[in-house]
């Protein structure tokens, strides 16, 4: 039975549903010039949000790049190979996971306020957690990108310490992935690179 | 304007699959009796593979535990607050990045085989690279058993090192999360817990 008909026969997502975000979708590398809406990039955060991250905690902290001014600040720190394509973007989201994370248990997790403590003096364990959460979190996002009918380009060249440094010198975020937002423009795609055989990743005991 | 408002206004993907995926679908604290089929979970994987990793590494590997016999070797090494979910769990997926991902590289880029050799010689890279996104998986991962219409339990607690001596003895994998699979069953869900709001996580440059 080929993957088509098994995803058919067993799954409830209908099949638009299941080509916009997951098998037909694919990583932009150009974008038109149709502008992106502020109420487009609320619209796929507040879908993002939802999924789980552990205790809740929520790491993860999202920067927009929206204007000439603050694209030309990221442009180089974005490495050379991937400029072109974050220029024609007409949205970057920096994400970024913000260390101090535990400070918002006792709102986001009042079942056990006295997590937090667990985090205070622990700088290795809030490294940890907020570095997982915050990448499901990543994920959550690309996936609500496409969600709102638009491409996502994640890259992951780019100068992180030199994107702290110019956008978050006075707080304690790190970024983890910068994403190019828009509608695909020409020749957006390369080919569809392979997956691995079902039987090289998956095993049943 | 209310936050569903603007997704209905703002998105593309149709409100059921919203619903499905982000919006309603909760992490199931108990699970019924129903079976999960192997055809089920054949369907997550095929629909999970497809959303992007830097480069094509595709580093997570997938462990289904559906028999008693493999469930008595795990349960023991799920944290004790775990345990009576996981035990209840007809399906319980243990989620882990292969360290010699990049043995796949010229099967999976083909378009750089040479990248394999970046990692050859570099361990901490490999973490570093496996980590980031075997985790973005694992987030499509969960999100591909919503759209079975199964009930996800992600859970952190868990003995990874014992996990690993245990399934993972002859090979270079790493676990990093725990994920029960099933149909909910009695009072399986908490209260649901807050977001943070739009102005504390999110900024428009």
Redesign the interface.
Known sequence: MA?AD??T??????P???A????E?R?ANTFSDEPV????????????????T?A?I?P????????P??KARLLPLIFEGNRAKTESAPVVAILAI?LDFHD?IP?????RPEMRDLYKDDLARREQAA??NG??????F???V????LAAG?M?GFDAAGIDAE?FADRPYRS?LVVNIGKPGKDPW?NR????D?E??????
């Open positions: 993957a098994l995803a026969d067993h799954l409830v997502l209908d638009a549903a299941r916009l975000l997951f098998t979708a990583t809406s502020r109420d487009q990039l609320r619209a796929i955060t507040e879908l993002a949000k939802w999924p789980p552990s809740n929520n993860l902290r999202i920067t927009f790049v929206t204007t001014e603050a913000d918002r709102q986001l997790f009042p079942v570095t997982f990448t499901l979190q990543t994920a959550y690309i996936l609500a496409r969600a709102a009918g994640p992951a956008f983890i390369f690179l392979p997956r691995l079902h090289d990743y998956v095993e049943y005991l």
